[in-house]
């Protein structure tokens, strides 16, 4: 597609393109004769919808260019080359009269959050910025990465149901061998088959909408990350001596592509199995005593854990609704965050608030106890299943370094902001095309207009007294600074050093 010769190029590529399309799509055909070797009808045409697609997307835009040279070519004089200009990006071109705009704090505000998202409930409310568009190599990657979710979805499905019906074949075979052996065990182990397909059923298409709202997700939070760049903000980084070294950083940064996929593979099984034990566990000790298909013995471990869960709740809820109600002054203060009012943090009753915390003291140890192993639950929890986001760290903070998959993404978002800012990108492609208009003693006009100003057209062409210019540009010095504070202490710094 990039040949300097079109035509001859899309020529090749539209017919090695049409015959890998007829060979996958011939073979997939072929390959529907024989229903017994699948699992589900049409498998191999499943199998192979992600090759078909891509190759007919191919064959269409090899199509496209080849009519588009042929029109081009039978036009007067069209087989003459058209000359190259450099041309500037429509949404780098968006975004920088939108950064010119002037804004209220309130406007300001409110853009942020059309352009974030916090939970899942926001998903339906995402809009996308017309003046953003993602780098190539970040949809590519997404774009690898559903393909290969999609066909090891398709392999844990078929792999899965497939040994679990060969289970139960190979039960229904032997069976009258073991109703001699171990008559009490037929119905348990098919009873076990069957709750074990359904609950695979379960984490199969539960696991599946997680990872495209990862997807999702991770799509925005690198929006916001490479919009909270451009904007100097690096707070959401770790500490400018936990990053490495740029040559490093640089390598870390082509590792990117394949470590994010290999993370969604991961956390995409990975969540498969959390899912499909919870499931488990949640039918043989919770759902199936309930319904009086298995022993009510089952439901003994929640009648042991039950009352202690309860009275630990009842208790911690009690110091809170005493530490509220008679432990504070009744003084109002609004928060740092919104406009609601709450009581602040100043002791009314001195006296009842250290006998709570005496008579409570040995309660607060066993509660700790089980706090404890809640928060080991969480951990492995949250773990696995935010296992495929590397966009926010598992560790935490000052460890985050340790975590070879955030510190890719970290590195791959510093060499996009530093190669793809858009500003920085219009800036050097005005200077080209200033060059070029030069470089082809273009008119004053065209220069102008392509340069987007015509004083800087006079200042070339030295009709502007050396005074006028050298007070022309510390204006717009002044002016750039007043519009960006957050150049202004970067500049008094490096004046100071100079002084």
């Known amino acids: 597609m990039s040949a300097s010769c079109r035509l001859p190029g899309a020529a090749i590529g539209l017919l090695y393109s049409v015959i890998w399309l007829l060979f996958y799509l011939s073979h997939a055909l072929e390959c529907l004769d024989n229903p017994n070797l699948w699992y589900f009808p049409g498998q191999p045409l499943v199998e192979q919808l992600p090759v078909l697609i891509c190759l007919l997307i191919l064959v269409l835009q090899y199509a496209r260019t080849c009519m588009g040279e042929l029109l081009h070519r039978c036009r007067p004089h069209g087989a003459s080359l058209p000359e ?16 010119l705009r002037r804004r209220t704090p309130a406007e300001e505000l409110q853009r942020r959050k059309h352009l974030e998202i916090g939970s899942f409930s926001a998903l339906p409310l ?35 149901n497939s040994l679990i019906t060969g289970l139960q074949r190979l039960l229904a075979v032997y069976s009258n061998l073991l109703v ?18 359904g609950c695979y059923m379960i984490a199969f298409v539960t696991s599946s909408v997680l990872l495209v709202c990862y997807m999702l997700c991770a799509l925005v939070r690198y929006r916001t990350h490479r919009l909270r760049l451009q904007r100097g903000d690096t707070s959401f980084l ?7 070294h ?3 950083m640089l390598s870390e940064s082509m590792k990117y592509s394949g470590i994010q996929i290999a993370y969604f593979l991961w956390g995409y099984y990975m969540l498969q199995l959390m899912l499909f034990l919870v499931a488990m566990v949640t039918s043989y000790f919770l759902v199936l005593p309930l319904l009086g298909l298995v022993s009510s013995l089952y439901l003994q471990p929640l009648w042991t854990l039950l009352p202690t869960v309860v009275l630990s709740l009842l208790v911690n809820y009690v110091q809170i609704i005493v530490s509220r109600k008679a432990l504070l002054q009744d003084h109002r203060c609004r928060r740092r965050r919104g406009r609601e009012s709450a009581k602040a943090l100043a002791l009314n009753n001195r006296r009842v608030y250290h006998n709570f915390s005496y008579f409570l003291f040995f309660f607060n140890i066993l509660l700790g106890f089980y706090s404890c192993l809640l928060r080991i639950a969480k951990s492995i929890l949250l773990g696995l299943v935010f296992l495929a986001r590397i966009d926010r760290s598992g560790l935490m903070q000052g460890y985050q370094h340790w975590d070879y998959g955030y510190m890719s993404y970290v590195s791959f978002l510093h060499v996009e902001h530093a190669h793809c800012h858009p500003v920085l990108v219009t800036f050097c492609r005005l200077l080209l095309q200033g060059n070029a208009a030069r470089g082809r003693s273009c008119t004053p006009a ?9 004083q800087l057209t006079e200042m070339e062409q030295g009709s502007v007294t050396p005074l006028a210019r050298w007070a022309r540009l510390r204006w717009w010095k002044v002016y750039t600074l007043l519009r960006n504070p957050q150049l202004q202490r970067p500049l008094a710094a490096g004046i100071g050093r100079t002084t």
Request: with cysteine; hydrophobic share 40%.
């Open 84 to 99: 190259q200009r450099i041309r500037l990006s429509g949404h780098h071109v968006t975004h920088i009269r939108d950064l």
């Open 126 to 160: 995402y809009r996308p910025a017309g003046w953003f568009r993602y780098s190539a190599r970040i949809v590519a990657t997404f774009l690898v990465a559903t393909i290969c979710l999609y066909e090891f979805g398709i392999l844990s499905y078929v792999g899965v």
């Open 246 to 248: 740029p040559g490093n």
């Open 180 to 197: 001699l052996v171990a008559p009490s065990l037929v119905g348990p182990a098919l009873q076990f088959l069957t709750v074990s397909r």
């Open 446 to 454: 065209e220069e102008g207009q392509l340069l987007a100003d015509d």
């Open 238 to 244: 770790p500490r400018p001596r936990d990053l490495p």
